[in-house]
């Protein structure tokens, strides 16, 4: 089953993580429904516009977020959230596209980004299908966490 044309519900729970331990990470109705959502209004576009993007995460079961260490508020966890890259492209690059070009969005985080290392780090984006979008464009890193702006 696909969440869209280029993204299948397989890639988007896929998770070393829950493989290794042996734990659940299949996604209910309603994290279906958010993640094509999700999908839908960014992923989608940003793959059309730049070609193939590689999600890094995507759902997470509270037992794989609890294992990655992830935020007990995490939007992973309801399917409103994916971490990505493209290929070749510079993380910041990306970010700097889905700021200017992706109409709405609920977060969209740079994470552990160095500058000058074009594969450092990954892109966090997230939408919320409530309409509830708040735009919030950050940078997290090992200095702490600031808005940013490209």
């Known amino acids: 089953m696909n969440l869209s044309k280029n993204f299948p519900v397989a890639d988007f729970?896929?998770?070393?993580?829950?493989?290794?331990?042996?734990?659940?990470?299949?996604?209910?109705?309603r994290e279906t429904i958010n993640a094509r959502e999700l999908c839908s209004a960014i992923l989608q576009p940003?793959?059309?516009a730049l070609g193939p993007v590689v999600v890094r995460s995507g759902y997470r079961s509270y037992e794989v977020n609890k294992a990655v260490g992830g935020k007990p508020n995490?939007?992973?966890?309801?399917?409103?959230?994916?971490?990505?890259?493209?290929?070749?492209?510079?993380?910041?690059?990306?970010?700097?596209w889905i700021?200017?070009?992706i109409p709405i969005w609920d977060q969209l985080i740079l994470e552990f980004y160095t500058p000058g290392v074009p594969n450092s780090g990954w892109v966090h984006v997230s939408f919320n299908p409530d309409g509830l979008n708040r735009k919030q464009s950050l940078i997290i890193n090992k200095s702490g966490t600031r808005g940013w702006k490209p």
Do not use: F, P, W
């Open 13 to 29: 729970t896929k998770s070393e993580v829950a493989e290794r331990r042996g734990l659940n990470n299949e996604m209910a109705e």
């Open 46 to 48: 940003v793959r059309d």
């Open 74 to 96: 995490s939007q992973h966890l309801h399917g409103m959230a994916a971490d990505i890259e493209i290929t070749g492209m510079d993380n910041e690059k990306l970010a700097e």
């Open 99 to 101: 700021y200017k070009n």
